[in-house]
């Protein structure tokens, strides 16, 4: 057991500017700290069996949710339930920094979804 921050996770790149960070990394739960750039999306997909939970650290988050637009602001969370198509955006100024929980973990249970 140790203590764990993004200085010493397991550290990762996605889409063309996007970190991710490795805080729990089990075969029951996912647990990753995210940074989106201004203006950076991921692509609309959906999870046949994870469900997730996202919770905005800092900035702010546009989350697409089954045609549905929600903001998160700092310091709140989203539940996305398995087979939930759903996009996050940052639409803001500023960096967006947040964590994701997943269970089961989400890797490899990607599906993209076109709107």
Not at 90 to 102: A, C, E, I, P, R
């Amino acid at each position: 057991m140790t203590v764990v921050s993004k200085e010493n996770a397991e550290h990762y790149r996605w889409g063309d500017q996007c970190d991710g960070w490795h805080l729990v990394k089990s075969k029951s739960l996912s647990v990753i700290q995210e940074r989106v750039p201004s203006g950076c999306s991921e692509v609309r997909h959906l999870h046949k069996k994870s469900e997730q939970f996202f919770f905005v650290l800092s900035g702010c988050a546009t989350f697409e949710v089954n045609g549905e637009v929600f903001e998160l602001k700092e310091h709140q969370g989203f539940h996305v339930p398995s087979n939930t198509p759903h996009q996050l955006s940052n639409l803001g100024q500023k960096d967006l920094h947040f964590t994701v929980t997943s269970t089961p973990p989400s890797h490899g249970d990607r599906v993209e979804v076109r709107a």
